[in-house]
């Protein structure tokens, strides 16, 4: 079973912190993404990664960036917390899509952000 | 651009009878359709996908999805609800025809009762 797992359940910072969540998945899966989740709005995409090193902006990148060091492994950095930023963050990761086909994407479960 | 649409926040049924969660889809060219499931305080779980071929997809769990064309619609449902069903529903479409990015819907969550 493919696992993806992130770092906290639950975390709570100050306003200005600046905050990182780690994601981590153990299948090999070339792409990794970043999303929050708020009641009404669904999931909006932050951050997706595609290899190593390399992200491509999603639709609310503003006020966050992303580190891909190594494949297994990608973080959410939040530069300095707003309580804007209160929300569900979601980390998936899927293989690279191939002619035909298109693999379903898999999710840790959750860190709950509120920021003070 | 791509887009999906959910139009209820929230579907009631009693448990036994048949559930169906609506989704909408626009897109240009081929639609590549997914329906997501979230129990509480988990994260997402895949149910099923519509890539192509028959427009009746079966998934996890006893779900099935109905890929109507001419309706835009990719429709989930089941034919006997169960309260364990409860939850909340997603359904994503893939945001383009190069890229591995998918647009959820805004999601509706299922409430069957006893």
């Known amino acids: 079973d493919v696992k993806v797992t992130q770092s906290s359940r639950y975390l709570v910072k100050r306003t200005g912190e600046k905050v990182f969540l780690e994601c981590v998945q153990d299948?090999?899966?070339?792409?990794m993404f970043w999303y929050r989740q708020d009641p009404g709005l669904g999931l909006r995409l932050i951050y997706f990664?595609?290899?190593?090193?390399?992200?491509e902006k999603g639709d609310i990148p503003e006020g966050y960036s992303v580190s891909r060091e190594k494949k297994e492994r990608f973080s959410l950095i939040l530069e300095s917390a707003s309580t804007n930023q209160t929300s569900m963050y979601l980390c998936?990761?899927?293989?690279?899509?191939?002619?035909?086909?298109?693999?379903?994407?898999?999710f840790g479960p959750g860190t709950r952000l509120t920021v003070l | 651009a791509q887009s999906v649409a959910q139009p209820e926040d929230q579907v009631n049924v009693a448990e036994g009878n048949p559930l169906t969660v609506k989704c909408t889809y626009s897109?240009?060219?081929?639609?590549?359709l997914f329906w997501y499931v979230q129990y509480p305080n988990r994260g997402l779980q895949f149910l099923l996908k519509?890539?192509?071929?028959?427009?009746l997809v079966k998934g996890s769990y006893g779900f099935e999805a109905e890929f109507n064309k001419s309706q835009t619609s990719f429709h989930l449902k089941k034919p006997s609800a169960l309260v364990s069903d409860s939850a909340l529903y997603f359904c994503a479409v893939r945001a383009g025809f190069n890229t591995d990015k998918l647009i959820f819907g805004t999601g509706t969550r299922l409430q069957v009762f006893p």
């Open positions: 519509y890539i192509t071929g028959d427009n």
């Open positions: 990664s595609y290899d190593v090193k390399m992200k």
């Open positions: 897109v240009s060219g081929n639609p590549y």
């Open positions: 998936a990761s899927s293989t690279r899509t191939s002619w035909g086909s298109y693999n379903e994407q898999f």
């Open positions: 299948m090999d899966h070339e792409n």
